[in-house]
């Protein structure tokens, strides 16, 4: 009897310390088990939606960091050595058009029906800003960025032989128009820009004082760079979205000639802050130049510092 109850005592006992056991075992195993996925959870990489993302920076903020926008691929370098006015022409005619004008035995036989023998039409193209800014810096190489039917560039051409400047005037326009512009003939797909754009330039006897580089903006900018084709008076005037303006503006600036005139049309439009005006402003700002306006015009005029 006594031997039983010693016997269950001891049992007791040992089942006392068997769950003290198993419990220390439990606290223990929980704890590694915690410090393990504290350890783990600690060194896996951070869970992107444990914080809130931070908010975008804004256009201001941007500025003050011109790394973050300032990511042009550049494959060619500039020319060190920009190249004298009357070296311009004939750089683009033999580096552009294999050595001959494009103007020769044009328009051809086949495509004279097709075209007009003037098609010339855009807003704002007269406007009296390019004689102001041609009697300031009497320029002797214009770029137009965005040429379209030649209205601008046949109208500086009469504004320089008006004041009797002498003036060359390069514009790239890739001539392609956009799609859907239905007012240009087409064949074969191939819309007859370029070829309505010279045929104007031959109207107005202009094909001494202008002459066409048909390839896009990037492009183009950055073989003019490449060849030390510089301009005095530059005009960008192509796509209206933020990011063409954007590209354009950068590209240009890189052949502007110290002390030259960077300027556009369409400063104030419905696209407001979000198109031109926002590429416009932000350049401004990253470069520390000033903007003035004159109508729809934006004008940065580098000869001016901030
Ligand atoms: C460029 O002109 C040369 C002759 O001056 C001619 O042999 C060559 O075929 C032309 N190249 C092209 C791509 O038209
Ligand atoms: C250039 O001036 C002449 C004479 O004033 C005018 O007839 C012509 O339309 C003008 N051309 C352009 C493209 O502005
Ligand atoms: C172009 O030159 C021709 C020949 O000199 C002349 O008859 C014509 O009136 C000129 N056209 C323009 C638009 O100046």
């Not at 060194?43 to 931070?54: E, F, L, M």
């Not at 326009?173 to 799609?179: I, K, M, Q, T, V």
């Amino acid at each position: 009897m006594r031997e039983d109850h010693r016997t269950q005592h001891q049992r007791n006992n040992l089942s006392i310390v068997t769950t003290l056991f198993t419990r220390t075992t439990a606290y223990i195993a929980v704890a590694l088990l915690s410090y393990a996925l504290g350890y783990l959870s600690r060194s896996s990489p951070p869970q992107p939606t444990q914080a809130p993302p931070p908010p975008p920076p804004s256009v201001f903020q941007l500025a003050n960091f011109p790394t973050q926008l300032d990511n042009f691929r550049i494959t060619a370098h500039c020319s060190n050595s920009p190249l004298p006015p009357h070296l311009v022409f004939p750089t683009i005619l033999d580096r552009v058009f294999n050595g001959s004008s494009p103007y020769t035995n044009f328009p051809s036989p086949h495509l004279s029906p097709l075209i007009k023998k003037k098609r010339t039409k855009s807003s704002g193209s007269m406007d009296a800003v390019f004689e102001q800014l041609i009697k300031r810096v009497k320029p002797k190489v214009v770029i137009e960025v965005g040429a379209f039917l030649g209205s601008s560039a046949l109208h500086m051409v009469n504004v320089t032989r008006k004041l009797g400047i002498q003036t060359q005037i390069l514009c790239l326009d890739d001539f392609r128009g956009r799609p859907g512009f239905k007012d240009i003939i087409m064949v074969n797909g191939d819309v007859l820009l370029l070829q309505q754009f010279m045929q104007n330039v031959v109207y107005f006897n202009a094909t001494d004082s202008v002459l066409p580089v048909p390839f896009s903006t990037g492009s183009g900018l950055e073989k003019l760079c490449e060849w030390g084709i510089t301009a005095d008076l530059l005009e960008i005037d192509a796509g209206h979205d933020f990011i063409s303006v954007w590209g354009d503006i950068n590209w240009a600036y890189r052949i502007l000639r110290p002390g030259g005139v960077i300027f556009g049309h369409d400063y104030f439009t419905s696209a407001d802050n979000r198109g031109i005006r926002r590429a416009v402003n932000l350049f401004a700002e990253m470069n520390n130049l000033k903007i003035q306006t004159d109508g729809n015009y934006w004008i940065i005029d580098t000869a001016f510092a901030k």
